[in-house]
């Protein structure tokens, strides 16, 4: 078996990194890599009962807490010079407490791949932290790409197989994941992992970057390709796609598949200000869902802090689109000037090959605080995989400001409850009242007398006093109200949108009310 070797003790590992290595980096000995293979080994663990990656040096990790992990520092003059010309950095994640799976970083050129070694002089540390009793087989906890200035950064894999990207305005907020399991039921969840990534080394700057994983866990094993672009526009926003290949391979059958997941939070926001308790009036990295069916329809649904835990389903065929969207960019909306809630990104699932019969399921957590994710979004398909089954997922994730929209209809700006009946008049018990603004130029040149309306239909409950009209001087913007009496602990399920005769003019408003709450 081959020894490990340096980047300059070998003339072989140099020419592997036909000079887009730091000086000093050390590789393992190479070995033979495709997408092909990478599938082959993923095929082959699924045939094998599933082992945990073992545990190095617990008792020393567990000592580099969030005050300790924050005092490493990765060195930028060792950043990784990924791509053919080298302008892709990449940086390095330590171990910690909080982050103590391991996992091995590979780097690819040609057909042969070179595992990133481990070193504590890829690091700043101080001279008496934990971290230097760390033996040197400790790994990673996973990478991260920098901008080219290395000052910031757009890209992170960090922890199970979670990765998130900055986003157009350079702030992070919710996460994806390779893939979810048994999210929601009264089971624990299962959450794969990315074990190893692959960095592929001659893709082209106008092809972006390439990269490949590997996914385990007792349910499964995955083969994983992306192939990610960054690009700024004129105003300096950043366009960020990721067309996505993953071939996944059941050990056991499998409850709930999650494809194409995120994570995200929401606390509190303009539908639900009842729950503020905070000095910030918004607080929130997403405040919608949006999905776009397989028959067409737009859908919206603002997202809750449920008063238990919610699971809502939206089924369909061969869906074109869904995602988590943060739609509202005002920063008066939030007024905190250090997290910037209103640059957090939108993220929205394309099909590339069609993902069949399913469903967009919705898990929305009661949460008190911002620090938790109490959001969840991914497509279930309705065909089960079962073990020994061998199931292929191409999609397109593009993390941007908002969805592209069609010119004939509206989209919703904003939703409001309050106290049900008219001002100034004795306002009626159990009737809460629904306020939702439409934007789009769809709009332009109708009035009140256009025969623009509204049409809502609830699960349960009466409605009254429901109308439309255009926001005065507020261009191509109209409003929709109506009031619904309802009681008791069950939640209303309601579906809204303005028409005229029998052209939709807007996307669907749908929302979950819990009367009680």
């Known amino acids: 078996m081959a020894t490990k070797l340096g980047v300059l003790g070998s003339a072989h590992a140099a020419a592997a990194n036909a000079g887009n290595m730091t000086r000093g980096l050390k590789l393992g000995p190479g070995e033979r890599f495709s997408f092909a293979l990478l599938q082959d080994r993923a095929k ?33 003059d060792m950043s990784l010079r990924i791509g053919q010309d080298g302008k892709l950095p990449v940086q390095l994640f330590h171990v910690g407490a909080m982050t103590p799976d391991t996992v091995k970083v590979h780097l690819v050129r040609g057909e042969e791949a070179h595992e990133v070694l481990y070193s504590p002089d890829l690091f700043d540390t101080p001279a008496d932290h934990p971290a230097r009793k760390l033996p040197p087989e400790i790994g990673f906890a996973g990478f991260r790409v920098m901008a080219p200035d290395l000052k910031t950064d757009w890209l992170a894999f960090l922890g199970a197989s979670y990765f998130r990207t900055a986003g157009p305005y350079n702030q992070y907020g919710l996460s994806a994941r390779g893939l979810a399991i048994d999210t929601g039921l009264q089971t624990p969840e299962e959450f794969p992992r990315f074990t190893d990534f692959w960095l592929d080394n001659d893709t082209p700057e106008n092809e972006g970057m390439t990269l490949y994983a590997l996914l385990d866990s007792p349910s499964v094993a995955g083969a994983y390709r992306f192939r990610i672009r960054r690009s700024l526009d004129k105003r300096e926003i950043a366009r960020i796609g990721m067309e996505i290949e993953a071939e996944l391979f059941a050990r056991r ?45 737009r859908i919206w649904r603002p997202l809750n802090n449920p008063p238990r835990v919610m699971g809502n389903a939206f089924v369909d065929n061969n869906i074109r689109g869904f995602g988590l969207l943060q739609r509202d960019r005002d920063f008066v909306h939030y007024l905190d000037d250090s997290v910037f809630y209103e640059r957090r990104a939108s993220v929205w699932v394309e099909p590339l090959e069609p993902f069949g019969e399913g469903e967009v399921q919705l898990l929305e957590i009661p949460t008190d605080d911002e620090i938790h994710d109490n959001i969840a979004a991914y497509w279930y398909p309705k065909q089960k995989l079962n073990a020994g089954e061998r199931r292929r997922f191409h999609y397109r994730l593009s993390w941007l400001d908002d969805i592209p929209f069609p010119a004939n209809l509206a989209r919703t700006t904003a939703t409001w409850t309050g106290l049900g009946g008219r001002p100034g008049h004795k306002r009626p018990e159990g009737v809460r009242k629904f306020v939702i603004d439409f934007q789009g130029a769809v709009f332009r040149g109708l009035g009140r007398d256009d025969g623009v309306e509204i049409v809502v239909t609830p699960s349960r409950g009466t409605l009254s006093n429901a109308y439309c009209h255009p926001v005065v001087d507020q261009r191509e913007r109209w409003r929709a109200l109506f009031d619904l009496e309802a009681t008791g602990n069950e939640p209303v399920d309601l579906r809204a949108y303005l028409r005229q005769g029998n052209r939709a003019l807007t996307e669907t408003w749908v929302f979950q009310y819990f009367p009680d709450a």
Do not use: C
């Open 253 to 297: 059958d499998i409850n709930r598949l999650g494809v194409a997941p995120f994570s995200s939070m929401y606390w509190y926001g303009e539908t639900s200000r009842r729950q503020v308790v905070d000095w910030r009036p918004e607080i929130h990295d997403s405040d919608g869902l949006a999905i776009w069916t397989g028959s067409g329809e």
């Open 44 to 76: 082959e663990a699924a045939t094998r009962a599933f082992e945990p990656a073992p545990k190095v040096s617990p008792e020393i990790v567990s000592q580099i807490d969030y005050d300790a992990y924050q005092k490493i520092r990765f060195r930028p």
